[in-house]
């Protein structure tokens, strides 16, 4: 975030995780771009991939979970 002109790629978890999203949203001069999908295209979208290491944040499935995960992250993302 001290960096000037760059761009970081981060995971959609990042703003729900303590320093990382207090640097997220409190960083001057920093530029957020939100790049959303529905839930039906990023479920699409995992369901083309392997699944298997990937862990479950809810205890759902890890499709079934996305409406779920994109609902309580927006607002971070949005705000």
């Known amino acids: ?5 760059g761009v970081i790629a981060l995971g959609g ?3 729900t995780h303590g320093p990382s999203a207090d ?4 960083g001057a001069n920093l530029v ?3 790049l959303r999908a529905s839930a039906a295209d990023l479920q ?3 369901a083309a991939t392997d699944l298997s ?7 759902l499935g ?3 979970e996305v409406p779920q995960l994109l609902k309580s992250r927006d607002p971070l993302y949005l705000g």
Do not use: I, K
């Open 1 to 5: 975030c001290r960096l000037t002109g």
């Open 13 to 15: 978890g990042t703003p």
């Open 23 to 26: 640097l997220l949203m409190r």
């Open 32 to 34: 957020r771009v939100y």
């Open 44 to 46: 699409r979208r995992l």
């Open 53 to 59: 290491s990937r862990p479950s944040l809810t205890g």
């Open 62 to 64: 890890v499709l079934e």
